[in-house]
């Protein structure tokens, strides 16, 4: 096998993902404190930070106000996100978006994950009566481009390692982004949950 930058190990079987899990009021409270607005068309927590907060949240693919909204995994932790943000800006996406260019079997793999992402919005379509102005369109420039990696980590978290090759690259280059303890608490999630409530009744008042 080839020591090359770039190279691909064997492919590894995918593992399998978390159960999906109902929104509890604490987890909306936090999202909230992790969005710094309320959060709109969560289906359920895609998947769980090991600090305890959601990470990620599975997305209706139609907003409460009408809406398409294509990106079915949202990455809500902002700790995470930011160091997503320092790949993007240190070229990470050019560097992928080329090897996608010069190796089949990585450009096969990511095709497939865009098939699952689309899938598992397949499922969710039901819910708010389908999404004909989004079909066929996944997210994070899926099947054959690279523009979010906020996308790309948020599948790999919900869906599980060897769906998406590139998602499992970010998640191994941001490290243990939980380790210095959760990135909202449960004083910080009452603040937002009290500012956001204020800001829905001022709107309510105004319509």
């Known amino acids: 096998m080839s020591d090359a930058p ?27 404190a992790q969005l710094g607005r309320e959060p709109r068309g969560i289906a359920e927590v895609g998947h769980r930070c090991p600090c305890g ?11 409460p106000n009408g809406t398409p909204f294509p990106t079915t995994y949202y990455l809500t932790c902002p700790r995470a996100a930011s160091r997503i943000g320092t790949l993007e800006g240190g070229g990470t996406m050019k560097e992928m978006q080329t090897r996608l260019g010069e190796d089949p079997e990585l450009a096969a793999a990511y ?11 397949a499922e ?6 389908g999404v004909p102005e989004i079909a066929g369109i996944s997210a994070g420039g899926m099947p054959d481009r690279v523009k979010c990696l906020h996308v790309l980590a948020g599948q790999s978290l919900a869906q599980g390692r060897g769906v998406n090759p590139l998602g499992d690259e970010v998640l191994d280059a941001l490290g243990a982004w939980w380790a210095s303890g959760p990135c909202v608490t449960a004083a910080t999630n009452a603040t937002a949950t009290a500012t956001a409530d204020a800001a829905a009744a001022g709107e ?3 319509s």
């Not at 399998?16 to 987890?27: L, M, V």
């Open 111 to 121: 095709a497939a994950a865009h098939d699952r992402y689309l899938a598992a919005r």
């Open 124 to 129: 969710l379509e039901p819910r708010v009566g």
């Open 204 to 206: 309510g008042a105004a």
């Open 6 to 32: 770039g190279a691909q190990p064997p492919a590894e079987p995918a593992e399998p993902a978390e159960p999906a899990e109902a929104i509890t009021a604490p987890d909306r409270a936090a999202i909230t």
């Open 53 to 63: 907060n959601p990470d990620v949240v599975t997305t209706l693919p139609r907003l």
